[in-house]
Protein backbone atom coordinates (compact mmCIF):
# COMPACT_ATOMS: atom_id res chain seq x y z
CA UNK A 1 0.00 0.00 0.00
CA UNK A 2 2.91 1.90 0.95
CA UNK A 3 4.40 1.87 -3.04
CA UNK A 4 0.29 2.58 -4.48
CA UNK A 5 0.09 5.35 -2.40
CA UNK A 6 3.62 6.72 -3.56
CA UNK A 7 2.80 6.20 -7.34
CA UNK A 8 -0.66 8.40 -6.87
CA UNK A 9 1.37 11.01 -4.93
CA UNK A 10 4.00 10.89 -7.63
CA UNK A 11 1.11 11.56 -10.18
CA UNK A 12 0.04 14.37 -8.74
CA UNK A 13 3.27 16.02 -7.82
CA UNK A 14 4.01 15.67 -11.95
CA UNK A 15 0.38 16.81 -13.03
CA UNK A 16 1.00 19.98 -11.37
CA UNK A 17 4.42 20.64 -12.29
CA UNK A 18 5.01 23.20 -15.35
CA UNK A 19 3.92 20.93 -18.31
CA UNK A 20 2.28 18.44 -15.75
CA UNK A 21 -1.05 19.57 -18.06
CA UNK A 22 -3.72 19.94 -14.63
CA UNK A 23 -3.90 23.36 -14.95
CA UNK A 24 -4.31 23.27 -18.79
CA UNK A 25 -7.05 21.15 -18.41
CA UNK A 26 -8.36 23.22 -15.65
CA UNK A 27 -8.10 26.03 -17.92
CA UNK A 28 -9.36 24.75 -21.13
CA UNK A 29 -12.61 23.24 -18.91
CA UNK A 30 -13.09 26.84 -17.65
CA UNK A 31 -12.86 28.43 -20.85
CA UNK A 32 -15.20 26.09 -22.74
CA UNK A 33 -17.90 26.92 -20.04
CA UNK A 34 -17.15 30.17 -19.96
CA UNK A 35 -17.50 31.13 -23.92
CA UNK A 36 -20.58 28.77 -24.47
CA UNK A 37 -23.09 31.40 -23.56
CA UNK A 38 -21.61 33.70 -25.99
CA UNK A 39 -22.74 31.58 -28.24
CA UNK A 40 -26.09 30.00 -27.77
CA UNK A 41 -27.14 33.53 -26.84
CA UNK A 42 -29.33 35.36 -23.86
CA UNK A 43 -31.73 32.77 -24.04
CA UNK A 44 -31.57 31.42 -20.11
CA UNK A 45 -34.08 29.01 -20.64
CA UNK A 46 -32.05 27.07 -23.51
CA UNK A 47 -28.36 27.32 -21.35
CA UNK A 48 -30.49 25.60 -18.45
CA UNK A 49 -31.53 23.12 -20.76
CA UNK A 50 -28.28 21.83 -22.35
CA UNK A 51 -25.92 23.59 -19.33
CA UNK A 52 -25.93 19.71 -17.64
CA UNK A 53 -24.54 18.72 -21.14
CA UNK A 54 -22.27 21.56 -21.87
CA UNK A 55 -20.51 20.55 -18.06
CA UNK A 56 -20.16 17.08 -18.98
CA UNK A 57 -18.51 17.48 -22.63
CA UNK A 58 -16.34 19.66 -20.65
CA UNK A 59 -15.11 17.68 -18.40
CA UNK A 60 -14.90 14.95 -20.99
CA UNK A 61 -13.08 17.00 -23.48
CA UNK A 62 -10.21 18.30 -20.33
CA UNK A 63 -9.34 15.17 -19.71
CA UNK A 64 -8.44 13.77 -22.51
CA UNK A 65 -5.77 16.77 -22.79
CA UNK A 66 -2.77 15.18 -20.41
CA UNK A 67 -3.33 11.21 -21.71
CA UNK A 68 -0.05 11.68 -23.33
CA UNK A 69 1.84 12.17 -19.97
CA UNK A 70 0.67 9.51 -18.07
CA UNK A 71 2.45 6.82 -19.08
CA UNK A 72 5.02 8.21 -21.59
CA UNK A 73 7.99 9.19 -18.84
CA UNK A 74 7.60 5.97 -17.27
CA UNK A 75 8.36 4.45 -20.30
CA UNK A 76 11.77 7.02 -21.50
CA UNK A 77 13.45 6.82 -17.98
CA UNK A 78 12.69 2.57 -17.90
CA UNK A 79 10.57 2.58 -14.78
CA UNK A 80 8.10 0.45 -16.55
CA UNK A 81 10.73 -1.84 -17.26
CA UNK A 82 11.68 -2.16 -13.62
CA UNK A 83 8.34 -2.29 -12.26
CA UNK A 84 7.85 -5.69 -14.53
CA UNK A 85 11.15 -7.27 -13.69
CA UNK A 86 9.84 -6.68 -9.85
CA UNK A 87 7.34 -8.85 -10.03
CA UNK A 88 4.86 -6.04 -8.89
CA UNK A 89 1.08 -6.27 -10.61
CA UNK A 90 1.31 -4.11 -13.89
CA UNK A 91 -2.06 -3.69 -13.33
CA UNK A 92 -1.95 -1.94 -10.04
CA UNK A 93 0.67 0.48 -11.17
CA UNK A 94 -1.62 1.24 -13.80
CA UNK A 95 -4.95 1.63 -11.45
CA UNK A 96 -2.59 3.89 -9.12
CA UNK A 97 -1.57 6.04 -11.92
CA UNK A 98 -5.39 6.75 -13.38
CA UNK A 99 -6.58 7.69 -10.06
CA UNK A 100 -3.36 10.06 -9.44
CA UNK A 101 -4.42 11.72 -12.74
CA UNK A 102 -8.30 12.06 -11.31
CA UNK A 103 -7.22 13.68 -8.49
CA UNK A 104 -4.98 15.97 -9.95
CA UNK A 105 -7.08 16.73 -13.70
CA UNK A 106 -10.18 15.25 -12.17
CA UNK A 107 -11.41 16.03 -9.21
CA UNK A 108 -10.67 20.26 -9.17
CA UNK A 109 -13.26 20.06 -12.34
CA UNK A 110 -15.73 18.43 -10.79
CA UNK A 111 -15.11 21.00 -7.70
CA UNK A 112 -15.14 24.12 -9.98
CA UNK A 113 -18.29 22.64 -11.97
CA UNK A 114 -21.02 23.50 -9.66
CA UNK A 115 -19.35 27.05 -9.52
CA UNK A 116 -19.43 27.27 -13.43
CA UNK A 117 -23.13 26.19 -13.58
CA UNK A 118 -24.43 29.37 -12.02
CA UNK A 119 -23.05 31.17 -15.74
CA UNK A 120 -25.18 28.42 -17.35
CA UNK A 121 -28.38 29.60 -15.41
CA UNK A 122 -28.24 25.97 -13.25
CA UNK A 123 -31.06 26.16 -10.28
CA UNK A 124 -29.79 23.91 -7.15
CA UNK A 125 -30.78 20.83 -8.34
CA UNK A 126 -29.49 21.03 -11.03
CA UNK A 127 -26.15 22.00 -9.79
CA UNK A 128 -26.57 18.88 -7.17
CA UNK A 129 -26.95 16.56 -9.41
CA UNK A 130 -24.10 17.57 -11.92
CA UNK A 131 -22.06 17.56 -9.07
CA UNK A 132 -22.74 13.97 -8.01
CA UNK A 133 -22.66 12.27 -11.50
CA UNK A 134 -19.26 13.54 -11.97
CA UNK A 135 -18.63 12.43 -9.00
CA UNK A 136 -19.81 9.31 -9.48
CA UNK A 137 -18.83 9.35 -13.72
CA UNK A 138 -15.14 11.19 -13.92
CA UNK A 139 -13.39 8.51 -12.25
CA UNK A 140 -14.62 6.08 -15.12
CA UNK A 141 -13.65 8.46 -17.50
CA UNK A 142 -10.06 9.08 -15.88
CA UNK A 143 -9.71 4.83 -15.94
CA UNK A 144 -10.66 4.58 -19.69
CA UNK A 145 -8.30 7.44 -20.59
CA UNK A 146 -5.39 5.46 -18.62
CA UNK A 147 -5.88 2.38 -21.10
CA UNK A 148 -5.39 4.96 -24.26
CA UNK A 149 -2.35 6.75 -22.34
CA UNK A 150 -1.21 2.98 -22.35
CA UNK A 151 -1.74 2.22 -25.45
CA UNK A 152 -0.20 5.32 -27.02
CA UNK A 153 3.07 5.51 -23.95
CA UNK A 154 6.11 6.06 -26.29
CA UNK A 155 4.67 7.19 -29.66
CA UNK A 156 5.07 10.68 -30.50
CA UNK A 157 1.90 12.86 -30.59
CA UNK A 158 0.41 10.40 -28.59
CA UNK A 159 -1.99 12.45 -26.60
CA UNK A 160 -3.81 13.11 -30.13
CA UNK A 161 -4.16 9.41 -30.59
CA UNK A 162 -5.16 8.65 -27.54
CA UNK A 163 -7.87 11.11 -27.47
CA UNK A 164 -8.68 9.22 -30.57
CA UNK A 165 -9.24 6.13 -28.39
CA UNK A 166 -10.95 7.35 -25.84
CA UNK A 167 -13.68 9.43 -27.00
CA UNK A 168 -16.08 6.44 -28.73
CA UNK A 169 -15.29 4.25 -25.45
CA UNK A 170 -15.91 7.57 -23.10
CA UNK A 171 -19.25 8.36 -24.97
CA UNK A 172 -22.04 5.35 -22.45
CA UNK A 173 -20.39 7.59 -19.74
CA UNK A 174 -21.33 10.98 -21.31
CA UNK A 175 -24.65 9.49 -22.07
CA UNK A 176 -25.94 8.46 -18.92
CA UNK A 177 -24.59 10.76 -16.80
CA UNK A 178 -26.72 13.69 -18.72
CA UNK A 179 -29.25 11.46 -18.91
CA UNK A 180 -29.00 10.98 -14.44
CA UNK A 181 -28.98 15.02 -14.20
CA UNK A 182 -32.01 14.90 -16.62
CA UNK A 183 -33.94 12.81 -14.74
CA UNK A 184 -33.53 15.00 -11.38
CA UNK A 185 -34.88 17.97 -13.16
CA UNK A 186 -37.10 16.82 -15.31
CA UNK A 187 -39.80 14.24 -14.65
CA UNK A 188 -41.10 12.03 -15.84
CA UNK A 189 -37.85 10.91 -16.53
CA UNK A 190 -35.79 8.50 -13.94
CA UNK A 191 -32.95 9.80 -12.14
CA UNK A 192 -31.86 6.42 -10.11
CA UNK A 193 -31.69 4.21 -13.06
CA UNK A 194 -29.06 6.03 -15.19
CA UNK A 195 -27.38 7.00 -12.29
CA UNK A 196 -26.95 3.44 -10.76
CA UNK A 197 -26.17 2.76 -14.55
CA UNK A 198 -23.05 5.40 -14.07
CA UNK A 199 -21.94 3.55 -11.12
CA UNK A 200 -21.52 0.38 -12.59
CA UNK A 201 -20.03 2.17 -15.26
CA UNK A 202 -17.17 3.49 -12.86
CA UNK A 203 -16.83 0.26 -10.82
CA UNK A 204 -16.21 -1.96 -14.27
CA UNK A 205 -13.68 0.38 -15.69
CA UNK A 206 -11.86 0.43 -11.98
CA UNK A 207 -11.86 -3.26 -12.59
CA UNK A 208 -11.04 -3.79 -16.40
CA UNK A 209 -9.49 -0.66 -17.14
CA UNK A 210 -6.27 -1.27 -15.06
CA UNK A 211 -5.61 -5.27 -16.66
CA UNK A 212 -6.22 -3.82 -20.47
CA UNK A 213 -4.11 -0.80 -19.07
CA UNK A 214 -1.22 -3.36 -17.86
CA UNK A 215 -1.85 -5.90 -21.37
CA UNK A 216 -1.23 -2.57 -23.52
CA UNK A 217 1.56 -1.67 -21.90
CA UNK A 218 3.64 -4.77 -21.91
CA UNK A 219 2.22 -5.08 -25.65
CA UNK A 220 4.47 -1.38 -26.36
CA UNK A 221 7.51 -3.05 -24.30
CA UNK A 222 7.92 -6.10 -26.44
Known amino acids: MSAFSAIIGQTVKASFRAGGGALTGLLFFLTVVTVFPFGVGPDLNLLARIGPAVL???????LLLGLDRLFGQDREDGALELIMVSGE???LFVFARAAGYWLAHGLPIV???PILGLILNLDVVSLAAVTATLVVGSPALAMIGAVGGALTAGLARGGMLAAILVLPLSIPV??????????AIADPDPFLAPFLILCAFTMFSAVLAPIAGAA??????D
Open 89 to 91: PLA
Open 111 to 113: VVA
Open 56 to 62: WIGVLLS
Open 174 to 183: LIFGVAAVNG
Open 216 to 221: ALRLGL
